[in-house]
Antibody, heavy 115, light 110 residues
């Protein structure tokens, strides 16, 4: 079964840092681009970042550029999102998704940025 | 900055047909934007319905279909059922790795 499982979401103070993880199974992880997508409470979906199969290309939404870093470990079939300088507006459920197209999604992990 | 537009809300009768659209604030949507459609109910992860304009995701019934209608991408639901009542999102590929989601359409079946 193709599956993505996110973890790492917690309550963090503004200005803090956090690393999200996404564990993939059931498909050849190293053959796919991967994305992070988020959804603020009561709001729509927002694409955050994606990364090429070998990690050589990475792209970011303007809202997170310079603060977030996407990475992957193909040996562990895992995707990561390092989030720095967190703001209240980063509060959201964060989903990882298999990309091009975004066809497989995880269940999400909740990040709350609040003092 | 280009905005992806969707109807904020739509209503359909049970058994009816509804077409939701996905446009651009400037320009026309074509297959080159690889439009995809997702269904989401409260508290759940998005479910992929359609990708690359008209390819149905595994397990999605034939009642859901995607197309380009005029200058927009479209999702058509035929034989609407009560459990189709959900939020529907489209996403377009803008190049350079970037995807942009529409604001979503809240579909009511009544």
């Amino acid at each position: 079964e193709v599956q993505l499982v996110e973890s790492g979401g917690i309550l963090v103070q503004p200005g803090g840092s956090l690393r999200l993880s996404c564990a993939a199974s059931g498909f050849t992880f190293s053959s796919y681009w991967m994305s992070w997508v988020r959804q603020a409470p009561g709001k729509g979906l927002e694409w955050v970042a994606n990364i090429k199969e070998d990690g050589s290309e990475k792209y970011y939404a303007d809202s997170v550029k310079g603060r977030f870093t996407i990475s992957r470990d193909n040996a562990k079939s895992s995707l990561y999102l390092q989030m720095n300088s967190l703001r209240a507006e980063d509060t959201a459920v964060y989903y990882c998704a298999r990309d091009y197209p975004m066809d497989v999604w995880g269940q999400g992990t909740t990040v709350t940025v609040s003092s | 900055q280009t905005v992806v537009t969707q109807e904020p809300s739509f209503s359909v009768s049970p058994g009816g047909t509804v077409t939701l659209t996905c446009g651009l604030s400037s320009g026309s949507v074509s297959t080159n934007y690889y439009p995809s459609w997702y269904q989401q109910t409260p508290g759940q992860a998005p479910r992929t319905l359609i990708y690359s304009t008209n390819t149905r995701s595994s397990g999605v019934p034939g009642r859901f279909s995607g197309s380009i209608l005029g200058n927009k991408a479209a999702l058509t639901i035929t034989g609407a059922r009560a459990d189709d009542e959900s939020d529907y999102y489209c996403v377009l590929y803008m190049g350079s790795g970037n995807w942009v989601f529409g604001g979503g359409t809240k579909l009511t079946v009544l």
